[in-house]
């Protein structure tokens, strides 16, 4: 599978850890979004996309992040989670994510490289939406 384009929106803010957002699309037949290129002391990484993790109310049905301890549509007290003890930290869980080290480490080779060559630009793309 290759990397067949890079799109990449520069963050604004000097002070944040997220440098910059990107969606990569693989083959001209599959894109992923939402990947961010976060800034760690010296050094720069690609973090994949998450979702905040949720769990049903066992009385109303609602979802609920699954680090609450109430129902916020029923009120209802929620039971401990069953799932691992990072998930319940965290309350996040990847979307999408490379299942080898060689590709995560091509993809992040690659990214970062897109965003150096973003960043080194005086005027910056604009942001423009390819899905509408």
């Given amino acids: 599978m290759e990397i067949s384009e890079i ?7 000097a002070d944040s850890l997220v440098a910059a957002w990107c ?12 990947l961010r290129v976060i800034r760690q002391e010296e ?3 690609v973090a ?6 949720t769990g049903r109310c066992e009385k109303c049905s609602a ?18 989670l069953t799932r691992s003890r990072e998930l319940r930290v965290a309350g996040h869980c990847d979307i999408a994510h490379p299942l080898t080290n060689d590709f995560r480490t091509l993809l992040e080779q690659q990214v970062v490289e897109r965003y150096r060559e973003e960043a080194s630009r005086k005027v910056p793309r604009p942001r423009v939406c390819p899905h509408g």
Avoid at 25 to 33: E, R, T
Avoid at 48 to 53: C, G, I, Q, S
Avoid at 63 to 80: D, E, F, I, S, Y
């Fill in 48 to 53: 994949m996309p998450k979702r905040r993790a």
């Fill in 23 to 34: 969606s990569v699309s693989f083959d001209h037949q599959l894109a992923v979004h939402d």
């Fill in 63 to 80: 979802k609920n992040v699954v680090t609450a301890a109430w129902c916020q549509n029923c009120g209802n007290r929620l039971p401990a």
């Fill in 7 to 13: 799109r990449m929106t520069l963050s604004t803010a």
């Fill in 43 to 45: 050094r720069l990484f």
